[in-house]
């Protein structure tokens, strides 16, 4: 059986692991006693749970809808008086 990769923290106890080492310095922790592919990724803290890639798709690629009576009809009146003050500029 091939020797695998020991994680950068000890899944067991915590401390932290030399590259290459057989066996946690501290409580010895190896291989046969804990260690395994899952203690690696224990290690990074992920947020456990499903992942749910439409609400992902949907939180960062739908744009945020403007509430109605938002500040649209501040630009509404905006356009108005340029507008108006366009139409007294020709008229004069």
Known sequence: ???RRAPDTCPNCGAE???????CPECG???QTGWS???RY???D?????FDYDDFLRQEFE???????GVAWFWWLVAALVLLAFLVWLLR
């Not at 692991?17 to 066996?23: E, I, Q, T």
């Not at 992920?46 to 499903?50: A, D, F, N, T, V």
Request: glycine fraction near 12%; charge should be negative; proline fraction near 19%.
């Open 1 to 3: 059986m091939p020797l």
């Open 17 to 23: 692991v030399p590259v290459g080492a057989r066996a």
């Open 29 to 31: 922790s190896d291989e």
């Open 37 to 39: 592919e899952q203690a």
């Open 42 to 44: 224990d290690a990074l």
């Open 46 to 50: 992920l947020p456990g749970g499903e």
């Open 63 to 69: 744009p945020d809808r403007p509430k109605p009576g």
